[in-house]
């Protein structure tokens, strides 16, 4: 009788799991309530079973073999070979936003000797202060001209997504010119005394299933000795940004020591991989980066793994596929991307509205890595809970939910740049 019991007891519990299994993968869950256990792998644990110790140890075991297992298992290959940037002044002009900042419009040559693979980077500088300045540098939508009602930013030529705003078979028009400004809070970033910098995410590699076929991972196979499918999308994305920290590096307007990179949603994730794989990015901004960005993938709510690679098949390497079906097999999770940023001030955030993104993923995640910020001497996130509203919380790394949708606003802005004055007072 005792044995029967137990194990209807254990066919139950098994069932349980397998239900959770299923649902965790193919949907996607908002209540709470709901979220099954799970388990993170542990970020300090090193692969002979030992625990980091030291910020040494850190840097010279942990963190090579965490970011290892993130190029094999999430965005492919990072290519090492270095190629010589080449830059070309497009344009300049001195009186630009009514005479409050300069434009600066800058080719940037990815291919050496096939002029026709480049990014173009938009730049502000604020007119009122010595040179050179920070700069807060991302990715756009849907091209530099989206980013400000200003006549003159260059009109992108290049593939848009259909849903971008005034796009004509493909291809941005003037109507499309200031759509994604309310992102982009170009005065006040100026007003901070911050450069600003921008480039089409679309010029490194168009974001569609067959993007890769004129992208970077085509363009620059020989030239970097990575066959397009070792790597991804996100990857090509993240690589074209230390390309553009490369100019930083050669504009004697800039302080390339501080440069603080920012992505929302899927640029976030492009972000996140960028830093991790450049330690240059002296400041990281996450807004509402989401799954395979900021969120643990393992917890079953918003987007899941399975749900991302169906949808988006290109971002990520062809092993992060296999995890569709088996989060638990996940040999990594977003608080151990998160932690390749230590010891470097990190800011993470999310909106009440954007479930999608599971913004208590998000939290929970920013503050696991902080056991990794410690080794540095450096405090995360000091509160256990989830703040309220518009309650940023944390020191080098930092967290808020602000009310809203899936949107980079006016209000997320003022806390990074706040964060930034106060990280490089
Ligand atoms: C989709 C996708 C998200 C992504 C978002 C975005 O919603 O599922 O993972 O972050 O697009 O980039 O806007």
Redesign the pocket.
């Known amino acids: 009788m005792i044995l029967k019991r137990t194990i209807v007891f254990v066919l139950l519990i098994c069932s349980c799991f397998v239900q959770n299994g299923i649902a965790q993968t193919n949907t996607s869950n908002t209540d709470e309530s709901k979220v099954p256990p799970y388990t993170l792998p542990d970020v300090l644990k090193m692969k002979d079973g030992r625990e980091v110790k030291n910020s040494q140890e850190w840097n010279n075991i942990q963190r090579p073999y965490i970011y290892h297992l993130y190029e094999e298992n999430q965005f492919g290959k990072y290519p090492v070979k270095k190629i010589a940037g080449k830059y070309r002044l497009l344009e300049k002009d001195e009186h630009a936003l009514g005479g409050i900042a300069t434009r600066k419009q800058v080719r940037i040559y990815l291919h050496p000797t096939d002029t026709s693979v480049y990014t173009d980077v938009l730049l502000y500088f604020p007119n009122n202060v010595k040179k050179p300045v920070p700069v807060f540098v991302g990715y756009n939508f849907s091209g530099n001209h989206a980013i400000q009602n200003d006549a003159g930013i260059m009109l992108s030529q290049t593939w848009v997504p259909t849903k971008s705003k005034g796009a004509v078979n493909n291809r941005a028009t003037d109507s499309s010119r200031g759509a994604e400004a309310s992102q982009w809070q170009v005065k006040e970033i100026l007003a901070h005394g911050y450069a600003v910098a921008t480039a089409y995410y679309g010029d490194l590699e168009p974001d569609n299933p067959d993007g890769w076929k004129t992208g970077i991972r085509t363009t620059l196979k020989d030239v970097l000795k990575i066959q397009p499918e070792e790597w991804s999308a996100i990857g090509a994305w993240a690589y074209g940004l230390s390309r553009i920290l490369d100019y930083f590096q050669k504009d004697k307007d800039i302080n390339a020591n501080k440069v603080a990179i920012i992505g929302?949603?899927?640029?976030?994730?492009a972000a996140l991989w960028a830093a991790a794989s450049d330690k240059r990015f002296a400041l990281i901004v996450s807004n509402?980066?989401?799954?395979?960005?900021a969120t643990l993938s393992k917890r079953w709510y918003g987007?899941t793994v399975k749900?991302?690679n169906e949808?988006?098949p290109h971002w990520f390497a062809s092993k992060y596929k296999t995890y569709g079906d088996n989060t638990d097999a996940l040999p990594i999770d977003g608080h151990m991307l998160l932690s390749l940023m230590a010891p470097r001030p990190l800011y993470v955030a999310s909106a009440e509205g954007d479930t999608?993104?599971d913004p208590k993923g998000e939290f929970l995640s920013a503050k696991e890595a902080g056991r990794v910020y410690a080794l540095f001497g450096k405090k995360g996130i000091d509160v256990d809970n989830m703040p309220l509203l518009h309650h940023p919380v944390g020191n080098t790394i930092r967290y808020h939910i602000r009310a809203g949708k899936?949107d980079v606003t006016l209000y997320d802005w003022q806390q990074y740049l706040q964060f930034a004055d106060k990280q490089w007072e």
């Not at 929302?264 to 994730?269: F, I, P």
């Open positions: 929302h949603s899927r640029l976030g994730k509402e980066s989401g799954e395979g960005g987007e749900i991302i949808k988006f999608w993104s899936h």
